[in-house]
């Protein structure tokens, strides 16, 4: 019996977060996929840290999944390298432009980050994060935290201001050629399903799923079942 190599996999973590992110899919994915989670922090513009996650990723080809910032990154690098992207998932994201009260917000929050640290924005963050109602509430908190400390709060004004300035993505979208799976939660706050519903209208052949009993961190919501759509999508 043979047994196919597993799939080169680039997960993109989002805003104010990194490979803790992704960690149930890594480990329940590990049988079928290489997974590498790079760490996009160090730019200002998702054009730019979509050129940089091309440069370091250790794969020539692979099948590519992004969480909400990390899902404007992985369509940036869709449109960059679409020659390079053999999968494409785009979970808890939008494709539209970030609207001017959205930006005003933002920047609030890295002034905050500034002067009463990252663990109160992460804090006040919590409750579009994850659903309320999620069993794991607390250790999902403790999460949340742990990966704001870990990216900081330079880079968390970096991103903050990549997430500002992308641009409206829709019309690419048409042009995506690969297997697309689009999804998010159901009680995604930030992301809401209308939103993925008009992405995967948008993507030919695109496959929809929205998770129940789930907010827009859907990786550490449902891991399960988020583990078992990339799965699935894989193929």
Known sequence: MT??????LVLVPGLLCD????????????????A????????????????AVLADCPFERFALAGLSMGGYIAMAIQRQAPQRVTHL?????????????ASTARRELVARSQTEGLGAVADALLPRLVWPQAPR???????VRSMAWNVGAAAFARQQEAIIGRPDARAALAH?????LVACGAQDLLTPPALHEEMAALVPGAR?????????????????????ALRSWLG
């Open 176 to 180: 995506v050629g690969c297997p697309t």
């Open 208 to 228: 929809l799923e929205v998770f129940a009993d789930c907010g827009h961190l859907s990786t550490l919501e449902q891991p399960g079942r988020v583990t078992q």
């Open 137 to 143: 509430h607390a250790a999902l908190r403790a999460t």
């Open 19 to 34: 490979a803790l992110l992704w960690a149930p899919q890594v480990e329940g994915l590990a049988d079928i996929a290489d």
């Open 3 to 8: 047994t196919s190599a597993p799939r080169p």
């Open 36 to 51: 590498w989670v790079p760490a996009p922090t160090q730019h200002a513009s998702v054009e730019a840290l979509a050129r």
């Open 89 to 101: 998932a785009l979970l808890d994201t939008n494709a539209v432009a970030d609207a001017p009260a």
